[in-house]
Nanobody
Framework: QAQLVESGGGLVQTGGSLRLSCAAS????????MGWFRQAPGKEREFVAA????????QYTGSVKGRFTISRDNANNTVYLQMDNLKPEDTAVYYC?????????????????WGQGTQVTVTS
């Protein structure tokens, strides 16, 4: 069973940056599609970004394109989400998720394993 642990969240002003990390164990990262999702209070969990298994193809939701970058370090079994030019609407709990193989990274139901989440708060 894969285990995912997120870190790197915090409080930042509008226009600032944060880098989230997702440390994975119990899996070989390269073979997995890894996603980042977020959930704001009173809202449903939404897709943010994914990196597809067996390669480096990436997917992003429209509101973060050009501001967020997903990447992975296979040697260290860690996935990153670099978030630049943050906006108050990016405030949410951010979750890392994993599923084996080349999958449609946009769909939460495609993922088998989830982390506990890390809070990101962007002040205006």
């Amino acid at each position: 069973q894969a285990q995912l642990v997120e870190s790197g969240g915090g409080l930042v002003q509008t226009g600032g940056s944060l880098r989230l990390s997702c440390a994975a164990s119990g899996l070989t990262l390269y073979y997995y599609t890894m996603g980042w999702f977020r959930q704001a209070p009173g809202k449903e969990r939404e897709f943010v970004a994914a990196i597809i298994g067996y390669g480096d193809e990436t997917q992003y939701t429209g509101s973060v394109k050009g501001r967020f970058t997903i990447s992975r370090d296979n040697a260290n079994n860690t996935v990153y989400l670099q978030m630049d030019n943050l906006k108050p609407e990016d405030t949410a709990v951010y979750y890392c998720a994993a599923t084996y193989g080349r999958r449609n990274g946009l769909v939460p139901s495609a993922y088998d394993s989830w982390g506990q989440g890390t809070q990101v708060t962007v002040t205006s």
